[in-house]
T-cell receptor, first 113, second 111 residues
């Protein structure tokens, strides 16, 4: 089992460009999450999906959109990247609701210039 | 300000020393987790505590959940270089089931 995989691992964008971060899990988990991690701020939830077909906003959703394509895949889209979106992005999945063990992917380091 | 405050922010110690890191809040949590994160990787769960006053041990690591379920501590005995990493606490808020992470304690254990 690969667990949670994310692509790409690194990305550099210019302000205003768009891109989609891909995430997939092979553990048959119902819930999936997108976080961003910034120095001194910890992990902050952007969006989550409690089950296939549902998505909900987290703590910092502005500037992002998500798609739960199927049970395995949960993508994060930046429509018009801004320097404030420079961060490390992590996807995670859990078997159950919040409080269950979260399995994280290796992260995507995004720089917006 | 962070809902979960972790202290210290950075800690550098010699191999063999003991240490304690803290995770504090004014909010009540229904459960609290500790994760360790190594450079270039995602966090990995160490433990989940759910009962006020609960103590869990994982080899040389001892985790305690405060009686009022507002705080937690992680104690490491005889630290080793392999313990180096970023230690994150994360709690599920009792009032709305939101989950929040602390900013972490970055631990370096020198040989």
């Amino acid at each position: 089992n690969a667990g949670v995989t994310q692509t790409p691992k690194f990305q550099v964008l210019k302000t205003g460009q768009s891109m989609t971060l891909q995430c997939a899990q092979d553990m048959n988990h119902n819930s999936m999450y997108w976080y961003r991690q910034d120095p001194g701020m910890g992990l902050r939830l952007i969006y989550y999906s409690a089950s296939e077909g549902t998505t909900d906003k987290g703590e910092v959703p502005n500037g992002y959109n998500v798609s739960r394509l199927n049970k395995r895949e949960f993508s994060l889209r930046l429509e018009s990247a801004a320097p404030s979106q420079t961060s490390v992005y992590f996807c995670a999945s859990t078997e159950g609701p919040r409080g269950y063990e979260q399995y994280f992917g290796p992260g995507t380091r995004l720089t917006v210039t | 300000t962070q809902l979960l405050e972790q202290s210290p922010q950075f800690l550098s110690i010699q191999e063999g020393e003991n240490l304690t890191v803290y995770c504090n809040s004014s909010s009540v949590f229904s459960s609290l987790q500790w994760y360790r994160q190594e450079p270039g990787e995602g966090p990995v769960l160490l433990v989940t505590v759910v009962t006020g006053g609960e103590v869990k041990k994982l080899k040389r690591l001892t985790f305690q959940f405060g009686d009022a379920r507002k705080d937690s501590s992680l104690h490491i005995t005889a630290a080793q270089p392999g313990d180096t990493g970023l230690y994150l606490c994360a709690g599920v808020l009792e009032n709305n089931n939101d989950m929040r992470f602390g900013a972490g304690t970055r631990l370096t254990v020198k040989p």
